[in-house]
């Protein structure tokens, strides 16, 4: 058949096929199919893969794509990257997907970035982050060596790490290369609190005292207390410095005078840990901006009104049980907006603007899990063998980390958390530097750091 009578009858054929019902339209190509060579049946075979196949991602508008891309969970979302290029640059173009599944594994959000590929980048940085926790892969340890008697009384604060000993003296040491940036002759050190130019101490010589670290020398002595002082707090812009003692009291001290100021009385245990700290709530007691003491003995937790008047009484007395028969832990969260302490019962949560308990976070599984860091979306714990991580939203421990056989202390500032700001949720950036240091029976300091990302 010529070209031009072929395409005359199929013009016609094509008009009387689209006129038939489906039935019809089907028995037709049944029919076609029987009467076709193999030479028709690949074609048709061929041609059919590639008819019934549709990219609905390209198809469809951007903004419907990100819809459908909202609902895929994001290791299928890596996945479909690699169906192809165009996919893969729909799928990595899609910020909200690549944020919240960053949200989702616990990382801080800065909403202001909208470049999609960078929260694509920092997901698979987060994912890999999130296996080595999960492995008991992300830290690595070190050692601080220099004391020559037991160290008690540690502090941290911006890769530095201060350590107070009974061999007299105290160094200041920098995390990140294990040196010793100061160190000075002081007392017995049961409390230490530094900044760049001064250190207090709170001593087992029953006072509180001030060193300049340049100079190693004393410029204040702080004398009252008839007890071991076991915790200090200062702040410079209300020129005030609080010490609890094992004397059950509170001393509010004038930092730059040395003078007492006020005691504060009511504990009928050893004070163990003063927080002194801006309130961030509203309440019927106190409002946003005002300084306000924390005080904690073994049964309870006491909240003074302290930038008010010197001559404060006691806002409100926290416990966990009524009859005493539950411990509170020495380690005590305070950031303005609630208070976390850990008991034999588990972690217990206040809102400070009602003083009602929120939570009570319980791990029954392992018994004596103490309290080392808190915040909005970890919480660094620790019991005698282990370190754990726990992720609040869950309430599941979801890392550990093996401890060596540290020196245990009831009154617990032998031991502390490093950097906090990732128990607000990691970013990439701040899981960084010291996450827990300790003092061993070698007068050494263990500590653990994150290790850097793969």
């Given at each position: 058949?010529?070209?031009?009578?072929?395409?005359?009858?199929?013009?016609?054929?094509?008009?009387?096929?689209?006129?038939?019902t489906?039935?019809?339209?089907?028995?037709?190509?049944?029919?076609?199919?029987?009467?076709?060579?193999?030479?028709?049946?690949?074609?048709?075979?061929?041609?059919?893969?590639?008819?019934?196949?549709?990219?609905?991602?390209?198809?469809?508008?951007?903004?419907?794509s990100?819809?459908?891309?909202?609902?895929?969970?994001?290791?299928?979302?890596?996945?479909?990257?690699?169906?192809?290029?165009?996919?893969?640059?729909?799928?990595?173009?899609?910020?909200?997907?690549?944020?919240?599944?960053?949200?989702?594994?616990?990382?801080?959000?800065?909403?202001?970035?909208?470049?999609?590929l960078?929260?694509?980048?920092?997901?698979?940085?987060?994912?890999?982050?999130?296996k080595?926790?999960?492995?008991?892969?992300?830290?690595?340890?070190?050692?601080?060596?220099?004391?020559?008697?037991?160290?008690?009384?540690?502090?941290?604060?911006?890769?530095?790490?201060?350590?107070?000993?009974?061999?007299?003296?105290?160094?200041?040491?920098?995390?990140?290369?294990?040196?010793?940036?100061?160190?000075?002759?002081?007392?017995?050190?049961?409390?230490?609190?530094?900044?760049?130019q001064?250190?207090?101490t709170?001593?087992?010589?029953?006072?509180?005292?001030c060193?300049?670290?340049?100079?190693?020398?004393?410029?204040?002595?702080?004398?009252?207390?008839?007890?071991?002082?076991?915790?200090?707090?200062?702040?410079?812009?209300?020129?005030?410095?609080?010490?609890?003692?094992?004397?059950?009291?509170?001393?509010?001290?004038?930092?730059?005078?040395?003078?007492?100021?006020?005691?504060?009385?009511?504990?009928?245990?050893?004070?163990?840990?003063?927080?002194l700290?801006?309130?961030?709530v509203?309440?019927?007691?106190?409002?946003?901006?005002?300084?306000?003491?924390?005080?904690?003995?073994?049964?309870?937790?006491?909240?003074?009104?302290?930038?008010?008047?010197?001559?404060?009484?006691c806002?409100?007395t926290?416990?966990?049980?009524?009859?005493?028969?539950?411990c509170?832990?020495?380690?005590?969260?305070?950031?303005?907006?609630?208070?976390?302490?850990?008991?034999?019962?588990?972690?217990?949560?206040?809102?400070?603007?009602?003083?009602?308990?929120l939570?009570?976070?319980?791990t029954?599984?392992?018994?004596?899990?103490?309290?080392?860091?808190?915040?909005?979306?970890?919480?660094?714990?620790?019991?005698?063998?282990?370190?754990?991580?726990?992720?609040?939203?869950?309430?599941?421990?979801?890392?550990?980390?093996?401890?060596?056989?540290?020196?245990?202390?009831?009154?617990?500032?032998?031991?502390?958390?490093?950097?906090?700001?990732?128990?607000?949720?990691?970013?990439?950036?701040?899981?960084?530097?010291l996450?827990?240091?300790?003092?061993?029976?070698?007068?050494?300091?263990?500590?653990?750091?994150?290790?850097e990302?793969?």
């Amino acid at each position: 058949m010529e070209r031009k009578d072929f395409e005359t009858w199929l013009d016609n054929i094509s008009v009387t096929f689209l006129s038939l019902t489906d039935l019809q339209k089907n028995e037709t190509l049944d029919h076609l199919i029987s009467l076709s060579g193999a030479v028709q049946l690949r074609h048709l075979s061929n041609n059919l893969e590639t008819l019934l196949k549709r990219d609905f991602l390209k198809l469809l508008p951007l903004e419907l794509s990100f819809y459908l891309l909202k609902w895929l969970d994001p290791q299928t979302l890596l996945t479909c990257c690699l169906v192809s290029k165009q996919w893969n640059k729909v799928i990595s173009a899609c910020t909200e997907v690549w944020q919240t599944a960053c949200r989702n594994l616990g990382w801080q959000i800065d909403d202001s970035v909208q470049d999609a590929l960078h929260w694509k980048k920092v997901y698979l940085k987060a994912i890999l982050r999130m296996k080595q926790l999960e492995d008991h892969e992300a830290f690595e340890t070190s050692s601080l060596i220099g004391h020559s008697a037991r160290v008690y009384a540690l502090y941290y604060k911006d890769g530095l790490l201060c350590t107070g000993s009974d061999d007299l003296s105290a160094k200041l040491w920098d995390v990140s290369t294990g040196q010793c940036v100061y160190g000075i002759q002081t007392h017995t050190c049961a409390a230490v609190k530094f900044d760049e130019q001064k250190l207090v101490t709170g001593s087992f010589d029953n006072t509180v005292a001030c060193w300049e670290w340049s100079s190693g020398s004393r410029t204040q002595h702080f004398r009252g207390h008839t007890g071991a002082v076991f915790s200090v707090d200062y702040n410079d812009e209300l020129d005030i410095l609080v010490s609890g003692s094992a004397d059950f009291t509170v001393k509010v001290w004038a930092l730059s005078a040395g003078t007492c100021l006020n005691t504060l009385t009511g504990h009928t245990e050893w004070v163990t840990k003063v927080v002194l700290q801006k309130c961030k709530v509203k309440s019927l007691l106190h409002s946003p901006g005002d300084y306000i003491l924390l005080s904690a003995d073994k049964y309870e937790i006491k909240i003074w009104p302290i930038g008010r008047e010197i001559n404060c009484k006691c806002l409100k007395t926290l416990s966990v049980s009524e009859d005493r028969s539950i411990c509170l832990q020495p380690r005590l969260h305070f950031d303005g907006k609630y208070i976390v302490c850990s008991s034999a019962l588990g972690l217990y949560q206040w809102d400070f603007a009602s003083y009602d308990i929120l939570r009570v976070i319980k791990t029954p599984e392992i018994a004596n899990l103490a309290l080392l860091g808190f915040g909005d979306i970890f919480a660094l714990l620790f019991d005698n063998r282990y370190l754990y991580i726990m992720d609040l939203r869950t309430e599941s421990l979801i890392s550990r980390w093996p401890l060596p056989e540290y020196r245990k202390s009831k009154r617990g500032s032998s031991f502390l958390a490093g950097e906090a700001s990732w128990l607000n949720g990691l970013d990439g950036h701040n899981d960084t530097g010291l996450v827990f240091a300790t003092s061993m029976p070698d007068h050494s300091i263990h500590l653990v750091l994150w290790k850097e990302h793969g």
